[in-house]
């Protein structure tokens, strides 16, 4: 095990160090044990590296906030190796990281395996409702719905202690981590970018996976230019751990047929030509001056395509979507000057983070009475962190500030909107 700086990787390191080098990344809630099945076959042929998420498996608490940033920590990591290309596998959020890593260190990765994966996890609003309950009840949910999620009935009935197994992964997780984890999530989607992936890639999924199944392994197959689709019967969202010989040589077939120069050195940035310009010959006149236009200044940025997108990132999609298609025709500038200037001017700026700017929302709403646009404001400010011990606070203050009759009707609509947030999704 490693002692891993805030920028890098807890990991582990099997197989001959002069072989090519083959990274394994986990799913979210498990740690690199998830591929104790694989490593006897796969380390015979190549150097695997295995990681945990932060906060995982005992790493260090130190949250990242974006599937890029984890990316980032994964090639930093690799860089105090001296691993400069590799093939690489990951499962579910790891087959995100895999992606990220395709689309923006493409000269580093060889080959792609993406399992239980998907170019956009869910909604956005699943995972920030995820991170709410967490917040509110701590990992226990989490743990407890861990193996209906992960494996297939039969195994479940079959493997009492690797189900045991899997619920204690999860509840020894750091909660902090986990959220933060959801939220990277809740914000990853290449859809667009699949294009663009140029390394080949096998898309491997489980028959029975209710997370990411099969669908969404056609959607990543349909957008790769160079994938193939291997769908692995009797096997759910974690088919490396129920049908490991399956994905055993999956895996050993797809990497084998790569060519991954464990020296290779990541080339440079090529630079741009420099075009000479000849001097003019003797005789000649001199070039013209080419009229520079003037600016008054910077343009402004419309700030409307920022807004939506923060608007859409604390209200969340469903929300937001609804109130849109309510005001497509009479409504649709005053919708649009609300994205553009409430959201795209005030809720962007640096000067106070999401959370007091729920509260101060929050406490204005209440205090105006303004009844309608609380619930969706209570739910953004569980997601933005605010816990419902804060909310019951913030009620207490504004009944003594702003009136008990006030207070108590916004009471009625919050902790409806508390209930409905944190309670577990059977």
Same mark, same amino acid.
């Given at each position: 095990m490693s002692e891993t700086p805030t920028n890098t990787l807890q990991y582990r390191l099997d197989g001959p160090e002069d072989a090519p080098v083959l990274i394994l990344g986990p799913s979210l809630g498990t740690t690199w044990h998830m591929w104790d099945r694989q490593i006897p076959e796969?380390?015979?042929?190549?150097?695997?590296?295995?990681f945990d998420l932060p906060g995982h498996g005992g790493a260090p608490a130190e949250p990242a906030s974006s599937v890029a940033e984890l990316g980032?920590?994964?090639?930093?990591?690799?860089?105090?190796?001296?691993?400069?290309?590799?093939?690489?596998?990951?499962?579910?959020?790891?087959?995100?990281?895999?992606?990220?890593?395709?689309?923006?260190?493409?000269?580093?990765?060889?080959?792609?395996?993406?399992?239980?994966?998907?170019?956009?996890?869910?909604?956005?609003?699943e995972f920030r409702q995820r991170g709410v309950i967490?917040?509110?009840?701590?990992?226990?949910?989490?743990?407890?719905?861990?193996?209906?999620?992960?494996?297939?009935?039969?195994?479940?009935?079959?493997?009492?202690?690797?189900?045991?197994?899997?619920?204690?992964?999860?509840?020894?997780?750091?909660?902090?981590?986990?959220?933060?984890?959801?939220?990277?999530?809740?914000?990853?989607?290449?859809?667009?970018?699949?294009?663009?992936?140029?390394?080949?890639?096998?898309?491997?999924?489980?028959?029975?996976?209710?997370?990411?199944?099969?669908?969404?392994?056609?959607?990543?197959? +349909? /957008?790769? =230019?160079?994938?193939? !689709? &291997?769908? %692995? $019967?009797? @096997?759910?969202?974690?088919?490396?751990?129920?049908?490991p010989a399956a994905v055993t040589d999956l895996l050993v077939?797809?990497? +084998? /047929?790569? =060519?991954?120069?464990? !020296? &290779?050195? %990541? $080339?440079? @940035?090529?630079?741009?030509?420099?075009v000479p310009v000849p001097a003019p010959a003797a005789g000649d006149a001199p070039a013209p001056e080419v009229p520079v236009a003037e600016t008054s200044g910077p343009v402004r940025p419309d700030p409307y395509d920022t807004g939506l997108k923060l608007r859409r990132e604390v209200l969340g999609d469903a929300h937001v979507d609804r109130v849109l298609d309510e005001g497509a025709a009479f409504a649709a500038d005053f919708q649009g000057l609300v994205t553009r200037y409430a959201w795209g001017e005030v809720w962007s700026r640096d000067g106070l983070d999401r959370r007091l700017r729920s509260t101060v929302t929050l406490t204005a709403l209440i205090a105006g009475g303004h009844l309608d646009d609380l619930a969706g404001h209570t739910r953004a400010a569980l997601r933005n962190g605010l816990t419902p011990d804060e909310l019951k606070e913030i009620l207490m203050h504004t009944g003594v500030y702003c009136g008990l009759p006030a207070a108590n009707a916004a009471l009625r609509v919050m902790q409806d909107v508390v209930r409905e947030e944190t309670t577990p999704r059977a």
């Open positions: 796969l380390s015979e042929q190549w150097r695997v590296v295995r980032d920590r994964l090639l930093a990591t690799l860089d105090e190796l001296g691993v400069q290309r590799f093939g690489y596998a990951g499962c579910s959020i790891g087959g995100a990281i895999g992606l990220d890593l395709a689309l923006r260190a493409p000269q580093r990765v060889a080959s792609l395996a993406l399992v239980s994966a998907s170019p956009r996890f869910g909604t956005a609003d967490v917040r509110t009840h701590g990992l226990d949910p989490m743990a407890r719905s861990a193996p209906e999620q992960w494996f297939t009935p039969g195994f479940a009935g079959a493997q009492p202690a690797i189900v045991e197994w899997a619920v204690q992964m999860v509840r020894t997780t750091d909660a902090a981590s986990y959220i933060a984890a959801c939220e990277a999530l809740a914000a990853f989607d290449v859809r667009e970018a699949l294009g663009s992936v140029g390394v080949p890639a096998l898309v491997l999924v489980g028959s029975e996976d209710q997370v990411t199944g099969p669908a969404e392994a056609r959607t990543l197959v +349909a /957008g790769i =230019a160079d994938a193939r !689709l &291997a769908v %692995v $019967p009797g @096997a759910s969202h974690l088919a490396p751990v129920e049908q077939q797809h990497f +084998a /047929g790569t =060519a991954i120069d464990p !020296l &290779a050195a %990541v $080339p440079a @940035a090529v630079p741009a030509p420099v």
